[in-house]
């Protein structure tokens, strides 16, 4: 059984950084994609961020260059590093996993919410300007 299970919340000030860490267990890491989602006050979800089997990893344009996905296979957590924050990236950060089907290729993943089956509780960052 799938489970993730996201900590790091905080609150900081614009510039600061955090490191978002979800403990992903039940699965085999070779056969899934994951991705980290945010959920701003009165906005929709907003994938940010994935990686995929083979470690390949896709970015939104409004994150590219501050925040970093990783995977440490040996803590079995899933990372997102996030630096230079301003109080548009105020959210609700949630972990996601889906099981690669057999004709996707190891290193294709997706931002889109609606691709995954598998979801942490979610952890809250909240910035202040």
């Known amino acids: 059984q799938v489970q993730l299970v996201e900590s790091g919340a905080g609150s900081v000030q614009t510039g600061g950084s955090l490191r978002l860490a979800c403990a992903a267990s039940g699965f085999t890491y070779r056969d899934y994609y994951m991705a980290w989602f945010r959920q701003g006050p009165e906005k929709g979800r907003e994938g940010v961020a994935c990686i995929a089997s083979d470690g390949s990893t896709n970015y939104a344009d409004s994150v590219q260059g501050r925040f970093t996905i990783s995977l440490d296979k040996r803590e079995k957590t899933l990372y997102l590093q996030i630096h230079r924050l301003t109080p548009e990236d105020t959210g609700m950060y949630s972990c996601?996993?889906?099981?690669?089907?057999?004709?996707?290729?190891?290193?294709?993943?997706?931002?889109?919410?609606?691709?995954?089956?598998?979801w942490g509780q979610g952890t809250q960052v909240t910035v202040s300007s």
């Open positions: 996601a996993a889906r099981r690669r089907s057999p004709h996707t290729s190891r290193w294709w993943c997706s931002r889109s919410s609606s691709d995954f089956d598998n």
